[in-house]
């Protein structure tokens, strides 16, 4: 049994083509009001500055959106019979549990606290999913602790 959950659902592919309409928006937005300001012309006839600049504002902050939104897609937490992989915001890297060296498992309300057989202690943040996702992974955990 593989069970492979994301934490932050995103849709990449769609991702990247609003990150390339946020970039076209910045690019007119600028090339408006260079034009504008420096060479005393209009880039689109019936735009002026203030339009120039709401295009270039609105791109450059939907562009950091979407870019912070790209970057989330990584993190996730998968599993099968015979280990627990995952890597969670603020975890600088994978985390890899073999479940025959879980020693104990204890579920709280917002955390999975899994010792393992060399004493080593891994806190597993419960947070970062919502309902349907955090049932099932308790459910997992709870049978770990059968």
């Known amino acids: 049994m593989n069970t492979y959950i994301q934490v932050f659902k995103n849709k990449s592919k769609n991702s990247r083509l609003f990150l390339i309409l946020c970039l076209g928006f910045m690019l007119i937005g600028t090339i408006g009001l260079f034009l504008s300001f420096v060479l005393n012309m209009s880039f689109i006839p019936l735009l002026n500055e203030a339009s ?6 609105n791109g ?4 950091w959106i979407v870019l912070d939104s790209i970057k989330k897609a990584k993190y996730f937490v998968a599993w099968n019979n015979r280990e627990i992989s995952y890597l969670l915001p603020k975890s600088e890297k994978t985390e890899l549990i073999n479940i025959d060296n879980i020693k104990s498992v204890d579920i709280n309300r917002s955390e999975i606290i899994i010792q393992l057989n060399n004493s080593e202690t891994k806190h597993f943040n419960l947070n970062y ?15 770990i602790k059968k």
């Open 129 to 143: 999913f919502f309902f349907p996702e955090r049932k099932t992974i308790i459910n997992f955990f709870e049978e």
């Open 60 to 63: 450059f902050i939907s562009f």
């Open 52 to 57: 120039y600049f709401v295009l270039l504002f």
